[in-house]
């Protein structure tokens, strides 16, 4: 997630809190502009969601909050925790930020709205995630399927390298992460724009493979040659591609040992919609083509 995004989070979460208990935080808040809105819901539990959108382009985002001495902390899944002050007076929030300058929130919805919406999502995501993760089955391998070389998956010279009797998926499983950070080259070789992407294919056979390619930058564009997440030129790019071995254990955890040896501890989460490791999210191509005709509609 941007910058922009962390601040529009920050913003909202600069509530009540700074005369009552946080709980009075919950609600609804709204930002907006021409261009951008941010629509974010706070639960008195800590939990927060969020759509941004900038244009026609909307990015949920959701995680948990806190609020302590005048300054919210932010933890939004899969991305750095952040911290800011706020200034807040009855129902409507400002924030200045070095980006946009002085924002306004405005409540539109009360906590006691909330809470009853919150319920039955609860309730239904539940449902939801029961099914998801019924299509996405995972039993105990005793005979390793043999390995086929399909699509972006090459031949694995080291397939008999798994772990004992692990629980693995019953069919190949993609989980996805592209950034929205755009990268260019300098020079324009080669032309257009870039970004980063990390593709885990995880194997019947108790294998996994890693396709990733990561760009970094540091110096910015001009603000009238900006994407809407930011563009930068190119300063580095890594390129990986390796196989390991994974399992999956009590509570979806999931361990993977590459065969060079690092070790990967992450875990899924909404069914095994999702796959959270470290500070990224990663989504099942599958659900994240059922989540784009969700957006559309």
Request: with cysteine.
């Amino acid at each position: 997630m941007s910058r922009l995004v962390l601040v529009g989070l920050a913003a909202l979460l600069a509530g009540p809190a700074a005369c009552a208990a946080v709980d009075e935080l919950a609600g609804r808040w709204v930002y907006k502009t021409e261009l951008l809105t941010v629509t974010t819901v706070f639960l008195a539990d800590g939990r927060y969601f969020a759509e941004i959108k900038v244009g026609d382009n909307p990015v949920p985002q959701r995680g948990r909050y806190s609020i302590k001495g005048g300054k919210v902390t932010i933890e939004p899944q899969g991305e750095p925790t952040v911290v800011y002050p706020y200034v807040y007076a009855d129902d409507t929030l400002e924030i200045t930020t070095p980006e946009l300058g002085k924002m306004t929130y405005r409540r539109v919805n009360t906590a006691k709205e909330i809470a009853a919406e919150a319920a039955k999502a609860d309730a239904a995501k539940a449902k939801e995630d029961d099914e998801w993760r019924a299509k996405f089955e995972v039993t105990v391998m005793t005979k390793q399927p043999p390995h086929v070389a399909v699509g972006d998956v090459p031949a694995d010279k080291n397939v008999e390298k798994v772990f004992d009797k692990p629980t693995v998926f019953a069919k190949q499983q993609l989980y996805l992460h592209n950034g929205l950070t755009e990268f260019v080259y300098a020079n324009g070789n080669p032309p257009g724009k870039f970004k980063t992407y990390f593709n885990w294919h995880f194997l019947p056979t108790g294998r996994v493979y890693v396709d990733a390619t990561t760009y970094t930058g540091a110096v910015a564009l001009p603000k009238n040659q900006q994407g809407p997440w930011g563009t930068y030129y190119v300063s580095g790019k890594t390129e990986t591609k390796k196989f390991g071995r994974y399992k999956v254990g009590k509570d979806e955890a999931l361990i993977i040992e590459m065969d060079d040896g690092e070790m990967v501890e992450a875990k899924f989460i909404d069914g095994r919609r999702n796959m959270v490791w470290g500070k990224s999210t990663y989504g099942n191509v599958v659900w994240e083509l059922e989540a784009l005709k969700r957006l559309e509609k």
